[in-house]
C-alpha cells in the first residue's frame, strides 16, 4: 500500500516532488496546519465582516480598490477573478505538472497565512486524491501577484467550472467533481482569489532557461516559501517562453537532476 505524503507538517523535500512527478501518490493533511488555516480564515471573516476597507475582500481590485464591494455581490466578485484571469492558450500542460503545481499550492495555503477556508484545502485535498487534473493551457500570463492564469485555470473545478483530465479523458469539471455544499464552501471571503494569487514560480531572469549566462533555474512557493529547488540547466539560448511552460520545463529540470536541500524562506 502506498504510504500518503503528508502536507503541513513539514517543508516538501525534491525527492517527494519527484515521488509526484513520476505517478500519483494519495496525500493528506497534517492536523496543525488545518488549526493554521482555520485561525487565518476566521481572521478573515472578521475583517469582511468588520467597517474597515479590507483590500479584495470588500472592496475592489487595483484602481477599484477604494471601492466599497456590497455584501451579497462578494462571492460573485471571487468567483469573476477566477473567470476573468482563465484566459491562457496553447496545448495543454501534463497532468505530472499540473499534478505538482497543485500539489505547491496546497502547501502554500497550509502556511496558514492565506485566509482561505478548511473546506478549500480539504476540496483541493479530495481533487489531488481523485487523480482529476485541471486542464491548464502552457500559454499564459504572469503579473506582479504571481502566475495568475495558469493558477485561474487550476482553479477553476473548485467553482465547479473549467475541464479535469485523468487516464487521457477530458470531463467537464462539473460532471467529474464534487456537486454538494464543498464549491459553496470554497466561494466565500477571499478562497478564489488566494488560490490565483502566488508564485509555484519562474521569473524569466532565474528560470534556468538562460543557461548562456549561467543562471540556475528556481522553483518556489509562496507565501513563506514551503519549497524551494535549485537545479542547473544546461545547453540552451535566451528566449522568451510563456510562464507556464517555464513552471513545467524547470520543474521537469530539477526532477531530472540533482539539487541541493529545500531550505524554508522566512520571507
Known amino acids: ?12 523535500t525534491l525527492n517527494e516532488l519527484r515521488r509526484l512527478y513520476r505517478e500519483p501518490l494519495p496525500i493528506k493533511i497534517h492536523e496543525r496546519a488545518l488549526r493554521a488555516v482555520r485561525e487565518s480564515h476566521a481572521a478573515t471573516c472578521k475583517l469582511a465582516a468588520g467597517e474597515a476597507a479590507a483590500y479584495g475582500i470588500n472592496t475592489g481590485f487595483g484602481l477599484l480598490a477604494q471601492t466599497r464591494i456590497p455584501t451579497a455581490q462578494r462571492t460573485l466578485l471571487q468567483k469573476n477573478i477566477i473567470l476573468s484571469h482563465s484566459a491562457g492558450v496553447g496545448p495543454l500542460l501534463d497532468d505530472s505538472i499540473v499534478r505538482l503545481v497543485m500539489v505547491l499550492k496546497l502547501a502554500s495555503l497550509l502556511q496558514g497565512v492565506s485566509g482561505v477556508s478548511e473546506g478549500l484545502v480539504r476540496f483541493l485535498e479530495k481533487l489531488i486524491n481523485s487523480g482529476l487534473n485541471p486542464c491548464v493551457p502552457a500559454q499564459g500570463s504572469v503579473g506582479a501577484s504571481g502566475d495568475l492564469a495558469p493558477l485561474a485555470h487550476m482553479s477553476l473545478p473548485v467553482l465547479g467550472l473549467g475541464t479535469v483530465r485523468r487516464d487521457g479523458k477530458i470531463r467537464p469539471a462539473a460532471e467529474a467533481t464534487p456537486t454538494t455544499a464543498a464549491h459553496k464552501a470554497v466561494t466565500v471571503a477571499s478562497a478564489p482569489r488566494r488560490l490565483a494569487n502566488g508564485f509555484c514560480h519562474l521569473s524569466d531572469e532565474a528560470s534556468g532557461l538562460d543557461a548562456a549566462n ?3 533555474g528556481a522553483v518556489s512557493c509562496s507565501p513563506r516559501n514551503p519549497l524551494r529547488i535549485r537545479s542547473g540547466v544546461n545547453g540552451g539560448s535566451r528566449k522568451r517562453t510563456p510562464v507556464a511552460s517555464k513552471i513545467a520545463l524547470a520543474i521537469a529540470a530539477a526532477l531530472g537532476t540533482e539539487a541541493d536541500s529545500p531550505t524554508p524562506s522566512g520571507g
Open 1 to 12: 500500500m502506498t504510504t500518503a505524503l503528508e502536507l503541513g507538517a513539514t517543508p516538501l
Open 214 to 216: 549561467g543562471k540556475t
